[in-house]
């Protein structure tokens, strides 16, 4: 089969298209005869050896498949290290979710990463209450869509979206958010705070990391949540201590998306039922951001890694 694998750490120069044997399931798993692959942010840091888990070589990247299974079913699934970059790939049977009739490709691909992200993060991580007030950084991006969507109809009182051009502005704006600016403001806390009407905000959800993760803290309101789910810029935020966190009684919450498979009950289950309801009722869409060709991945990685994308990108095995 035809697949793109990792042989030496790197960023996108590292990704080769090559023939591999198909794999084989084993006990408990399905083979994937996949349609779409979603590409994500996590998939750069892989590349490079700098995710939460360390990678090892060879790799073939990619967390997320959707395709038939030998017995005709239609599957989205969570691939366990990978293997996503490919005609094929298999899948442990917990997580291959069949997808609801009506639903294409990539709002299945939307959601089984970073639907459920966006999900836990306003359910788990920092417990939406209606009227709050909420950050979505990156909202043009593909958890930051989905957030924006899900806040509003969780009634959030007011979102605020950030995304870097004026384009992201305005689709953080079509997608429900009520107020929009400039992910490079300099004083992000003073730009958060005014276009809250002068008021500190509730809940952040930020994956940006540096200064905007520093400014997004200062800006929380007395028992504020931030919850924090990547570092796009590779940039540490400034350690908090137990101090800061008590002058405004702040939580600060971290989001790593497999832990909620340690989570008693199935509440990976749970988000996806949810999520495929809300995409049925219209209330909650994918932004499609654009298919790639499999020999195209290092093309949708330098993207990415660009920050210029929006939405959801898959990659096209047939091509």
Known sequence: MRAVQVTEFGGPEVLNLVELPDPEPGDGQVLVEIDRVGVNYADTHQAENSYLSPSSLPLVPGG?????????????????????????????????????????????????????????????????????????????GGVGSIAVQLAKAWGAGRVIATASSAEKRALALELGADVAIDSRAEDMKGALIEANGGKRVDIVLDMTGGTVTDQSVASLAPFGRLGFYGMASRELPQAIGPG????????????????????????????????????????????????????????????????????????????
């Open 244 to 319: 800061s966190l008590l002058a405004h009684s702040t939580t600060v919450a971290g989001m790593w998306l497999p832990h909620v498979f340690s989570l008693p009950g199935n509440v990976f289950s749970q988000a996806m039922g949810e999520l495929f309801e809300l995409a049925a009722a219209g209330t909650v869409r994918a932004v499609d951001g654009g298919v790639y060709g499999l020999s195209e991945a290092r093309a949708a990685h330098e993207a990415l890694r660009s920050r210029g994308t929006t939405g959801k990108l898959t990659l096209d095995p047939s091509r």
């Open 64 to 140: 997320e498949v959707v395709g038939r299974t030998p017995d005709g079913r239609r599957v989205v699934a969570l691939l366990n290290g990978g293997g996503g970059y490919a005609e094929r790939a298999v899948a442990d049977l917990p997580v291959a979710v069949d997808v609801p009739d009506g639903v294409d490709d990539t709002t299945a691909l939307s959601f089984i990463v970073q639907g459920s992200t966006a999900w836990l993060l306003l359910r788990r991580s920092t417990h939406l209450e209606a009227g709050e007030s909420v950050v979505v950084h990156a909202a043009a």
